[in-house]
């Protein structure tokens, strides 16, 4: 089976190199002009051990240096309420597989792994949007879809 890992900040580019399929295949745009700006911030949080932010990934077999895949979430603090009474939840975003890997378990086994940071940091749920692709992945991970009345406002 795949070696999951913590993604380090020497793999920044890199995880942004996934992330930037993931940004092409959702919503169509392929401009990397950000990842410069990008990079210095993500590298710091990657050097952040007990930080909200976290990523794992999985080397490319054929590929050294290059990843094959990558999740990435944070904590995020919510006052507590019921069932969650200490309010902490955590997100995962950036689910990605190189093209040249996929259909080999990497994107589960590195979700495994990031539940299991969220259990550790006592995270009670986790949420997540997905593509209609990736749905069943979740979906025999445990998650439920939940109506949301989400707005957003970009600033």
């Given at each position: 089976?795949?070696?999951?890992r ?107 792994t ?26 025999s ?15």
């Open positions: 089976m795949s070696v999951v913590r993604a380090l900040p020497e793999d920044a580019e890199e995880v942004l190199r996934l992330r930037q399929i993931m940004i092409d295949s959702l919503f169509g745009d392929p401009s990397a002009a950000w990842h410069g700006e990008s990079l210095p911030t993500l590298r710091a949080k990657l050097a952040e051990p007990d930080g909200d932010f976290t990523a794992f990934v999985v080397d490319h077999p054929e590929r050294p240096g290059a990843l094959a895949s990558l999740v990435a979430g944070t904590i995020d603090y919510r006052i507590g309420k019921s069932g969650d009474p200490r309010g902490m939840v955590g997100f995962v975003f950036s689910v990605a597989t190189d093209p040249s890997a996929r259909r080999r378990g990497y994107a589960r086994a590195c979700m495994t990031l539940l299991e940071w969220f259990r550790e940091r006592g995270a009670r749920r986790v949420q997540l949007t997905a593509s209609p692709e990736a749905e069943p992945l979740y979906v991970l445990g998650f439920r879809p939940k109506p949301d009345p989400l707005l957003e406002l970009t600033l």
